[in-house]
């Protein structure tokens, strides 16, 4: 029987805990270290070490770590891992800027340490089934895709966190994934409850494969939701990621029918038969499933749909660029009505 992969979490956030759950008991992992300077040790240490910081590390014999501090720390702590030569998973986003991702992608290239980050919504089963769907053709050709992230403000706010870089990178990822390279287009942030913190925002993204798409975020919402809705040549599908569904309507919405009498209970009617699969989506935990994968991606090489450091990297740059828009926007308000806002930089990312 193989040995177990020896890991520690660093961090005990509301993220920290539920890895913590996850690795306790997914098969081939062995939890050696915790390390949290700002909580007790948790009841499910069992006899693993409890640290108050990573410099404490040291003394721990282990082969990779899970990282859920706060994204402000990433970066720093990130380094000090890769430095250690241990393989990292790294909460998303990988860093707070692109210059620090790209810092943390280069440190790990030259020390040939394994980097995946958590874009966890890449294994959630109605996304991967979206894929499959996509590629089996059933949408015919993708022309947009609409993505809905929003909910409550945050319990606690970290400063230099902003909707667009705890949310919206979530979907910006996940349509990276299923189209390639994307190109900002356009961005409106807004500050509705704290100053100087975007908390709601519209993201406009255009894919080198073809389709547009948008990307609505918010912390104000009361209420959670978690969508995609893809519209192709032969139908519209909506994906709900809290629940794990995944419909297709196509048939009779593709086409300009008249119900057959003028009463409005025979418009209904019209729509109420319009054709629709409920596709069978086979529920899984996604931090499970990527859990899972990280470990095949230690032993075995193995990343699958794992988010590798460039791709992470994708996602902040996009989100960073988004919110300059939104800056240079506002600092042209500022000055002389005929000053242009600079254009975007014209590449797919």
Request: proline share 4%.
């Amino acid at each position: 029987m193989a040995a177990k992969t020896k890991i520690v979490l660093v961090g005990m956030g509301r993220m920290g805990r539920n890895h913590l759950r996850v690795l306790s008991d997914t098969p081939g992992f062995e939890l050696v270290g915790i390390v949290e300077a700002n909580a007790k040790a948790p009841a499910e240490l069992g006899q693993a070490a409890f640290l108050k910081s990573v410099s404490e590390l040291s003394r721990v014999d282990f082969d990779a770590a899970v990282i859920a501090t706060p994204t402000a720390t990433h970066h720093e702590v990130a380094l000090q891992l890769i430095e250690m030569g241990k393989h990292l998973l790294v909460e998303k986003p990988i860093a707070s800027t692109y210059a620090q991702g790209r810092e943390v992608l280069a440190a790990a290239q030259q020390k040939g340490v394994k980097l995946a980050v958590g874009h966890v919504e890449r294994f959630n089963p109605a996304v991967r089934k979206l894929r499959e769907i996509i590629k089996e053709g059933f949408l015919g050709t993708p022309i947009h895709f609409s993505f809905t992230r929003v909910g409550g403000y945050p319990e606690t706010l970290i400063t230099g966190n902003n909707v667009i870089l705890d949310l919206a990178v979530h979907d910006i990822d996940v349509l990276r994934s299923i189209v390639g390279p994307l190109k900002l287009e356009h961005s409106m942030c807004h500050v509705t409850w704290r100053d100087g913190v975007f908390d709601t925002a519209e993201i406009f993204l255009g894919a080198s494969t073809g389709p547009s798409a948008t990307v609505h975020v918010n912390w104000i919402t009361p209420t959670k939701i978690r969508s995609i809705r893809v519209t192709g040549t032969r139908g519209v599908c909506f994906v709900d990621y809290i629940l794990q569904t995944c419909e297709l309507f196509g048939g009779s919405l593709l086409k300009a029918v008249e119900p057959s009498s003028s009463s409005y209970d025979a418009l209904q009617e019209l729509y109420r038969t319009t054709d629709r699969i409920q596709f069978g989506v086979q529920k899984e935990e996604p931090l499970r499933a990527q859990a899972k994968q990280f470990h095949r991606f230690l032993n075995e090489g193995e990343a699958g749909e794992l988010c590798t450091g460039s791709d992470a990297l994708a996602a902040v740059l996009l989100a960073e660029r988004a919110v300059q828009v939104e800056r240079q926007r506002a600092r042209a308000k500022s000055i002389p009505p005929r000053a242009e806002i600079p254009a975007i930089e014209d590449e797919w990312i």
